[in-house]
């Protein structure tokens, strides 16, 4: 089993993107759903936000006035934390217990609109970054979706930039404005990240087949987000030659790095097998290694 965590700026094409993925075979794990789940009428989470935020921000018939509660926390960062602090590890339970219920060889997508902003990138073996320039993307919200263009540019506003998202992305899929006609590239390059990468990355996470060396060199974000993965996985680590395929770093304990897609390479060693290799990394573990 693979997880691949999805994201993009709302209006990107992230739910366009799901929906190929899912056609081709990937588990979806939608995090507007879950986020819904967790705060329905008679669960413990209404209960939890309830508690907080008090009896005006449900309505009569038992389900969250998601409304009177926007009003409660718009422009309010305090406020807005509060409910953060309540719904986030709610929904990252959630989603790891759908994602655990997948079968064995599923490649599952979790699509999560807030994952550069919440630190959650290293947490998933890849990332898929879904790229559409903002003016762009606030067009589509106010020619596809409705909204007045301040409320387009207040939601893209209050969201990671651009950069922030791309610095993140081991895979990115580039969904620009098309001219009308031109054929849409999108589910070719969506197919192409399922045959090449996702089920062979999947594969070998299974069958503890590490990825090839790449060819060519890393670049500084190939390290960076390497790192961030070790990190988070196996605590303190740190490269020890870098500029170079495939990237070695030790890890002061193997924690969590079959998580993360790292397979076992030989006697404490480990590496990853992301076929890709934007993260390869072929990892030792010593004891206290800093
Ligand atoms: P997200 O889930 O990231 O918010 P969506 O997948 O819902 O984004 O896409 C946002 C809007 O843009 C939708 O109306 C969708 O149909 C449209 N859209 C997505 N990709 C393209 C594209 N390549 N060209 C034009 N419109 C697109």
Redesign the pocket.
Known sequence: MLRVGLT?G???????VSRLLVQLGAVLVDADVVAREVVAAGTPGLAAVVAEFGPAVVAPDGSLDRPALGRVVFGDAGRRAALNAIVHPLVAARRAELAAAAPADAVVVEDVPLLVETGAAPTYPLVVV?DAGAAERER?LVS??GMDAPAARARIAAQADDEERRAAADVLLP?P??DPGVP?P?PGLVGRLWRERLVPFEEGTRTGRPGATPEGRPTGGDERRVLARLERAAGPARLTATGTWPLRAVVSAEGALAGLGYVRAGRGRWASADPGCAVRAEVRVEAGAR
Do not use: H, P
């Open positions: 993009g709302i209006g990107a094409g992230k739910s366009t879904v589509r596809d979706r969904n404005r098309r849409d999108l």
